[in-house]
């Protein structure tokens, strides 16, 4: 989100009701947006291959299993 209206409670709303990658304030530095968008695009797209991901696992319930197991050994160490 680029905005010039750079105050705290319309950081908080946008946040609160949209899927805000950064805040960023006007005048912003054109690298620092450059780099911003870049990595908002990479952002998405991990998300979207995490989705797919998900749904290959949600049907083979093998994989399903194997992804539980990662899981719970992850947290415990």
């Known amino acids: 989100m680029l905005t010039g209206q750079a105050d705290l409670d319309t950081a908080l709303r946008a946040i609160q ?20 968008v870049h990595l908002a695009l990479e952002q998405l797209e991990l998300t979207r291959e995490h ?3 998900l749904d290959v696992v949600s ?6 299993k194997a992804l539980d197991e990662a899981r719970r050994r992850a947290r415990k160490g």
């Open 59 to 64: 049907t083979r319930p093998e994989l399903a």
């Open 17 to 36: 009701e949209g899927e805000i990658y950064r805040f960023l304030a006007k005048p912003c530095d054109r690298t620092e947006l450059q780099v911003t």
């Open 51 to 53: 989705r797919r991901l």
